[in-house]
């Protein structure tokens, strides 16, 4: 069965890049049947969509966190990767890797979630 | 833009009681992706519900999805131990195309 896992440094400094990988097993990520997704969570709080791409190299993002963002695909590695630029406190959160249906857009299996503290 | 309203934002219930969650949506609902999920402490969100009714894989029949047009419901039939966690209602459609619910909490009583 497939299973998504993310890596990355647990700690940004304010103002610098946010980076973190998903690395997904037991399935290809140039299925054509799915997307591949970002998503977030503030503490004690709910679930924020932050964008997925296709292994296409199509990508759709949030509105709100559009020009700070890029996600991109690697095939050869079987991975997907987040680019967060000029982070702040406010981006402190888990984030969670999830492979979304493109038909149904619904989120599964996710990853087991990286907390990622914005701090100097 | 859509937006997802869940109520209640908490409920307190007694195992083997009935669990009724609603989900309203601003606008109808996209090509019926609505999708429903569980999530318990520091753990990652599990899908339950997708396609308003469709149970996921391994999912108990206790878990009822429903509804159509802005308004649809989540039912736990009849409540285990278990199922006392964070319940979160999910849209896909064109703008944006991912929208969450706030949360329903489910506490035991």
């Known amino acids: 069965q497939v299973q998504l896992q993310e890596s990355g440094p647990g700690l940004v400094k304010p103002s610098q890049t946010l980076s973190l990988t998903c690395t997904v097993s037991?399935?290809?990520?140039?299925?054509?049947?799915?997307?591949w997704s970002w998503i977030r969570q503030h503490p004690g709080k709910g679930l924020e969509w932050i964008g997925y791409i296709y292994y296409s190299g199509s990508t759709f993002y949030n509105p709100s966190l559009q020009s700070r963002l890029t996600i991109s695909v690697d095939m050869s590695k079987n991975q997907f990767s987040l680019n967060l630029s000029s982070v702040t406190a406010a981006d402190t959160a888990v984030y969670y890797c999830?492979?979304?249906?493109?038909?149904?857009?619904?989120?599964?299996?996710w990853g087991q979630g990286t907390l990622v503290t914005v701090s100097s | 833009e859509i937006v997802l309203t869940q109520s209640p934002g908490t409920l307190s219930l007694s195992p083997g009681e009935r669990a009724t969650l609603s989900c309203g949506t601003s606008?109808?609902?996209?090509?019926?992706?609505l999708a429903w999920y569980q999530q318990k402490p520091g753990l990652a969100p599990r899908l339950l519900i997708y396609?308003?009714?469709t149970r996921a894989t391994g999912i108990p029949d206790r878990f009822i999805g429903s509804g159509s047009g802005t308004d649809f419901t989540l039912t736990i039939s009849r409540l285990e131990p278990e199922d006392f966690a964070v319940y979160y209602c999910q849209h896909y459609g064109t703008s944006p195309r991912v929208t969450f619910g706030q949360g329903t909490r489910l506490e035991i009583k």
């Open positions: 606008q109808s609902v996209y090509r019926n992706f």
């Open positions: 396609g308003v009714s």
């Open positions: 999830a492979r979304i249906a493109l038909v149904g857009g619904y989120f599964g299996p």
């Open positions: 037991g399935g290809s990520i140039s299925s054509g049947t799915y997307y």
